[in-house]
């Protein structure tokens, strides 16, 4: 199950919040969950990579707030590294 809090340096996140230092972890599982929710295809997008891609999202959605896309709501973020995998399975590797 998704967890709604996760632990960023042995502190506890709620859904939605941003770490102070920017760099939001998600584990294999929470990004299948995820994934899954979406309705991914596991066959055919690669689970690494849609986690990378959270990652890298997430991090980027904390950089400026003219920029902000998904204000860090897991599943919208989701669907923007769906679509980017979509286009090119390496996206987030290249």
């Known amino acids: 199950m998704l967890m ?13 919040e941003a770490p102070m230092d ?8 929470d990004a299948r969950v995820i994934g899954t929710k979406l309705g991914i295809n596991w066959s055919e997008i690669s689970l690494v ?3 990378r ?6 991090k980027r959605d904390t950089h400026e707030l003219a920029t902000i896309v998904t204000d860090d709501d897991l599943i919208m973020t989701g669907n923007v590294v769906w679509a980017h995998l979509k286009e090119f399975q390496g996206y987030y590797t290249r």
Do not use: C
């Open 53 to 58: 891609g959270l990652e890298i999202e997430l």
């Open 49 to 51: 990579q849609f986690r």
């Open 22 to 29: 920017n760099r939001r972890q998600i584990s294999t599982e």
């Open 4 to 16: 709604t809090e996760s632990t960023h340096n042995n502190k506890h996140i709620k859904h939605g």
